[in-house]
């Protein structure tokens, strides 16, 4: 018991077991379609999106492969070709 790790919850204000609160900082993402989204998945663009500083329009059936997540359950950190830092959305794709 004296190995265990232990954080402190803000919300609750009580000392968690490190495993405890990775459990409660887990968020869902789910795609416009309604499915789960997880680290590595591939999805595909079902609306043209203008990206802002890098001069180009994302088409509708883009394929955008190996997302990650980000804290945040609307927003998802991918790469694609010529756009650094790309961050989408999650209600502007669909999992393959």
Request: hydrophobic fraction near 40%; glycine fraction near 10%.
């Amino acid at each position: 018991m004296a190995d265990e790790e232990y954080v402190y919850d803000e919300e609750t204000g009580e000392w968690i077991s490190a495993a405890e609160a990775a459990a409660r900082s887990v968020v869902e993402v789910r795609d416009a379609a309604g499915n789960l989204l997880a680290d590595g998945d591939s999805v595909t663009l079902i609306k043209d999106l203008k990206v802002k500083g890098a001069g180009q329009t994302l088409k509708v059936g883009t394929v955008i492969k190996s997302i990650r997540l980000t804290g945040d359950p609307q927003e998802i950190d991918c790469r694609f070709e010529g756009i650094k830092g790309l961050v989408l959305r999650a209600e502007f794709v669909k999992k393959r």
